[in-house]
Nanobody, 122 residues
Protein backbone atom coordinates (compact mmCIF):
# COMPACT_ATOMS: atom_id res chain seq x y z
CA UNK A 1 0.00 0.00 0.00
CA UNK A 2 1.42 3.34 -1.05
CA UNK A 3 1.27 5.97 1.64
CA UNK A 4 2.66 9.43 2.33
CA UNK A 5 2.60 10.65 5.90
CA UNK A 6 3.47 14.21 6.85
CA UNK A 7 4.57 15.29 10.30
CA UNK A 8 6.23 18.21 12.01
CA UNK A 9 3.57 20.86 11.83
CA UNK A 10 2.57 22.93 14.80
CA UNK A 11 1.99 26.37 16.28
CA UNK A 12 4.97 28.73 16.23
CA UNK A 13 5.64 32.43 16.46
CA UNK A 14 6.71 34.58 13.55
CA UNK A 15 10.44 34.18 13.00
CA UNK A 16 10.55 30.63 14.32
CA UNK A 17 11.42 27.49 12.41
CA UNK A 18 9.77 24.15 11.73
CA UNK A 19 10.88 21.07 9.85
CA UNK A 20 8.21 19.08 8.08
CA UNK A 21 8.77 15.47 7.15
CA UNK A 22 7.08 13.35 4.51
CA UNK A 23 7.62 9.64 4.97
CA UNK A 24 6.77 7.43 2.03
CA UNK A 25 5.98 3.76 2.21
CA UNK A 26 5.07 1.16 -0.34
CA UNK A 27 7.47 2.24 -3.06
CA UNK A 28 10.07 4.83 -3.94
CA UNK A 29 9.14 8.00 -5.79
CA UNK A 30 10.49 10.39 -8.32
CA UNK A 31 9.82 14.09 -7.83
CA UNK A 32 8.31 15.02 -4.47
CA UNK A 33 6.67 18.34 -3.83
CA UNK A 34 5.26 20.33 -0.94
CA UNK A 35 2.04 22.26 -1.36
CA UNK A 36 0.03 24.33 1.07
CA UNK A 37 -3.54 25.44 1.39
CA UNK A 38 -4.81 28.22 3.59
CA UNK A 39 -8.52 28.61 4.43
CA UNK A 40 -10.44 30.02 1.49
CA UNK A 41 -7.48 29.77 -0.86
CA UNK A 42 -6.43 27.36 -3.57
CA UNK A 43 -3.74 24.80 -2.98
CA UNK A 44 -0.39 26.41 -3.70
CA UNK A 45 2.90 24.90 -4.79
CA UNK A 46 5.71 25.55 -2.32
CA UNK A 47 8.74 23.48 -3.31
CA UNK A 48 9.79 20.35 -5.15
CA UNK A 49 12.82 18.12 -5.31
CA UNK A 50 13.90 15.68 -7.99
CA UNK A 51 14.45 11.97 -7.41
CA UNK A 52 18.08 12.20 -6.35
CA UNK A 53 17.96 15.76 -5.07
CA UNK A 54 19.87 17.32 -7.91
CA UNK A 55 17.12 19.77 -8.78
CA UNK A 56 14.93 21.86 -6.53
CA UNK A 57 12.27 24.48 -7.17
CA UNK A 58 10.68 27.04 -4.85
CA UNK A 59 8.04 29.69 -5.09
CA UNK A 60 9.51 33.16 -4.76
CA UNK A 61 7.89 33.87 -1.41
CA UNK A 62 9.84 31.09 0.34
CA UNK A 63 13.18 31.32 -1.43
CA UNK A 64 15.97 31.84 1.07
CA UNK A 65 13.76 30.75 3.96
CA UNK A 66 12.65 27.21 3.08
CA UNK A 67 14.84 24.29 2.08
CA UNK A 68 13.61 21.02 0.63
CA UNK A 69 15.76 17.91 0.94
CA UNK A 70 15.38 14.16 0.82
CA UNK A 71 16.92 11.03 2.27
CA UNK A 72 16.18 8.22 -0.15
CA UNK A 73 17.58 5.62 2.23
CA UNK A 74 14.77 6.59 4.61
CA UNK A 75 12.28 7.32 1.80
CA UNK A 76 11.67 10.68 3.46
CA UNK A 77 11.49 14.24 2.18
CA UNK A 78 11.92 17.25 4.43
CA UNK A 79 10.91 20.88 4.29
CA UNK A 80 12.96 23.07 6.59
CA UNK A 81 11.08 26.30 7.15
CA UNK A 82 12.93 29.20 8.74
CA UNK A 83 11.88 32.77 9.47
CA UNK A 84 8.24 31.78 9.34
CA UNK A 85 5.69 34.47 8.65
CA UNK A 86 1.97 34.58 9.43
CA UNK A 87 1.27 34.26 5.69
CA UNK A 88 3.00 30.85 5.72
CA UNK A 89 0.21 29.45 7.88
CA UNK A 90 -1.64 26.68 6.06
CA UNK A 91 -2.12 22.96 5.84
CA UNK A 92 1.00 21.60 4.20
CA UNK A 93 0.78 18.56 1.95
CA UNK A 94 3.47 16.47 0.40
CA UNK A 95 2.86 14.92 -2.98
CA UNK A 96 4.86 12.46 -5.01
CA UNK A 97 5.25 11.46 -8.61
CA UNK A 98 5.95 7.99 -9.83
CA UNK A 99 8.29 9.48 -12.41
CA UNK A 100 10.55 12.51 -12.23
CA UNK A 101 9.03 15.50 -13.96
CA UNK A 102 9.60 18.61 -11.90
CA UNK A 103 6.40 20.58 -11.85
CA UNK A 104 4.22 22.96 -9.90
CA UNK A 105 0.75 21.77 -10.88
CA UNK A 106 -1.07 19.63 -8.31
CA UNK A 107 -2.53 17.38 -11.00
CA UNK A 108 1.01 16.39 -11.99
CA UNK A 109 1.41 14.42 -8.75
CA UNK A 110 0.20 10.89 -8.24
CA UNK A 111 0.04 10.48 -4.47
CA UNK A 112 -0.80 12.84 -1.64
CA UNK A 113 -0.44 12.84 2.09
CA UNK A 114 -3.15 13.86 4.53
CA UNK A 115 -1.55 17.19 5.42
CA UNK A 116 -0.06 18.77 8.51
CA UNK A 117 -1.17 22.08 10.00
CA UNK A 118 1.27 24.95 10.32
CA UNK A 119 0.09 27.93 12.35
CA UNK A 120 2.21 31.05 12.71
CA UNK A 121 1.27 33.70 15.24
CA UNK A 122 2.39 37.29 14.80
Amino acid sequence: QVQLVESGGGLVQAGDSLRLSCAASGRSFGTVGWFRQAPGKEREFVAAISRYGGSTDYIDSVKGRFTISRDNAKNTVYLQMNSLKPEDAAVYYCAAQLIGLMGRRPNGYDYWGQGTQVTVSS
